[in-house]
Nanobody, 126 residues
Framework: QVELVESGGGLVQTGGSLDLSCVFS????????MAWFRQVPGKEREFVAH???????DYADSVKGRFTISKDNAKTTVYLQMRGLNLEDTAVYYC????????????????????WGKGTLVTVSP
């Protein structure tokens, strides 16, 4: 069984920064592809970033150059560093894990993920 717990959300002004963390509980962290998604009420959950077992990363175009995903295998924790936040980044951010066959692969769709955290709210104010 896998459990994901996010933390680090909060209120920040436009242009500010926040760092999110996601602690993975369970076996075989290194085998999982990890990702961050976000969701605004009334909209579909959207891909933000992912990191594979071999540390290959990818980002949504909307956050590329501003957000950085990373992980610490020893701490079984995934991070999302968010810089240059704007109003459109306001959302609930979810950590997700996918049990994949290749350490070089990670899904970009919510349907491809197997486990989800409960989310942490990020609010960007003017």
């Amino acid at each position: 069984q896998v459990e994901l717990v996010e933390s680090g959300g909060g209120l920040v002004q436009t242009g500010g920064s926040l760092d999110l963390s996601c602690v993975f509980s369970g076996r075989g962290f290194w085998r999982f592809a990890m990702a961050w998604f976000r969701q605004v009420p009334g909209k579909e959950r959207e891909f933000v970033a992912h990191i594979t077992g071999s540390d290959i990363v990818d980002y949504a175009d909307s956050v590329k150059g501003r957000f950085t995903i990373s992980k610490d295998n020893a701490k079984t924790t995934v991070y999302l560093q968010m810089r240059g936040l704007n109003l459109e980044d306001t959302a609930v951010y979810y950590c997700a894990a996918a049990e994949v066959d290749s350490v070089n692969y990670a899904p970009r769709t919510s349907g491809g993920m197997d486990y989800w955290g409960k989310g942490t709210l990020v609010t960007v104010s003017p």
